[in-house]
């Protein structure tokens, strides 16, 4: 986990470098593949198809049921799987909100743009490292507060500690989708809701939230393919 991290932070420093360097470069030269080139590149594209989606897809048809029975008994594991990968979809896109909301309103500025590097370190720790993680913190909670004995259950057993790993390794997704939403935000049309009496919350609800929904859309989906197959930390908790 250590080493991931500090890929990650070495990363992130090599990306701001580059991105300083190219400022004032030119665009860089479109090549058009023709001949056998071409041939070549559209075949190399063609096996990654074939191997990472048409072959996969084809196995998994083979292994579908043969009858009624087998079809019915994926309904109960389906359901929880769209259930959980909805929900953890949810807190992501709206963790991501709040954490690129806060940045942009909130002072001091530190704190949200700390929350925004931890958010996106998710990718960069293991499923399996991170579900350790998350237990072991909501067993100390669970100790420091008795709350098994005042909930009836351990949340380190439940789907919180599920949702809290979703949350936690792809908040990252939540964010560069409300970071998208919020770049193509006018100033003046809250400028102008402002001028009309709308306060924050009516001024978020009625002008940036129908901008925002687009980009919070495609985030919400890409959220739930992710929790749906994160595997690690769902099987560990």
């Known amino acids: 986990a250590l080493v991931a991290l500090a890929l990650a932070f070495a990363e992130r420093a090599l990306r701001a470098h580059a991105a300083r360097a190219g400022n004032g470069r030119r665009r860089p030269r479109r090549i058009v593949l023709t001949g056998a080139r071409g041939i070549a590149a559209a075949a190399a594209a063609t ?29 109960a594991p389906l359901g929880s799987t769209v259930v959980l990968g909805s929900t953890g979809a949810l807190l992501v896109v709206v963790a991501g909100v709040a954490i690129v909301h806060a940045r942009q309103a ?15 370190l998710g990718y960069a720790v293991p499923g399996t490292v991170l579900a350790v993680g998350v237990l072991f913190a909501l067993v100390a909670i669970e100790r420091a507060f008795d709350l098994r004995a005042v909930l009836g259950v351990a949340l380190s057993s439940s789907l919180v500690a599920v949702l809290l790993a979703l ?71």
């Open 47 to 75: 096996v990654v198809l074939l191997l990472g989606f048409v072959l996969p897809a084809l196995q998994l048809l083979r292994w579908m049921p043969d009858d009624a029975l087998g079809y019915a008994r994926l309904l």
């Open 106 to 120: 909130a002072a001091p500025a530190w704190f949200p743009r700390a929350l925004r590097h931890l958010a996106t």
């Open 167 to 237: 949350v936690a390794r792809f908040a990252r997704v939540g964010v560069d989708a409300a970071e998208t939403g919020y770049g193509q935000l006018r100033p003046v049309l809250g400028e102008a809701a402002a001028t009309l009496g709308l306060g924050r919350a009516r001024r978020w609800l009625r002008v940036d939230l129908p901008l925002l929904r687009p980009a919070l859309l495609a985030g919400l989906m890409l959220a739930f393919v992710e929790c749906v197959k994160e595997l690690p930390a769902t099987l560990m908790l």
